[in-house]
């Protein structure tokens, strides 16, 4: 049974850092492509960041990319979300997720697995 636990959310000023993780079960980082989603109220879950099934490619949407890294340590079986320079634009609640190819496209029905999600608020 795979399970995806994030944590590490929280409230923020605008300029601020969080990391999230993703703690995973099983040998979920051979089989399924991982990524990070956000969504707001009213709005469509959307793709954040993506990593290749080995780990040596990594994708980012262009509203965050040069300001957050996905990294993960296959030791710990975590996945990783480091976000700097936070934006009131980014309050959302962040997923962790893991798929077949077309995760890295962020493409929702490529997901076999979704965390329950952690909050983030960036806030003045």
């Known amino acids: 049974q795979v399970q995806l636990v994030e944590s590490g959310g929280g409230s923020v000023q605008p300029g601020g850092s969080l990391r999230l993780s993703c703690t995973t079960s099983g040998d979920i980082f051979n089989s399924y492509y991982m990524a990070w989603f956000r969504q707001t109220p009213g709005k469509e879950r959307e793709g954040v960041s993506a990593m290749s099934l080995t780990g040596s490619s990594t994708y980012y949407a262009d509203f965050v990319r040069g300001r957050f890294k996905i990294s993960r340590d296959n030791a710990k079986k975590t996945l990783y979300l480091q976000m700097d320079n936070l934006k009131p634009d980014d309050t959302a609640i962040y997923y962790c997720?893991?798929?077949?190819?077309?995760?890295?496209?962020?493409?929702?029905?490529?997901?076999?697995?979704w965390g329950q999600g952690t909050q983030v608020t960036v806030s003045s």
């Open positions: 997720a893991a798929g077949s190819r077309g995760t890295t496209n962020f493409d929702l029905s490529k997901i076999r697995f």
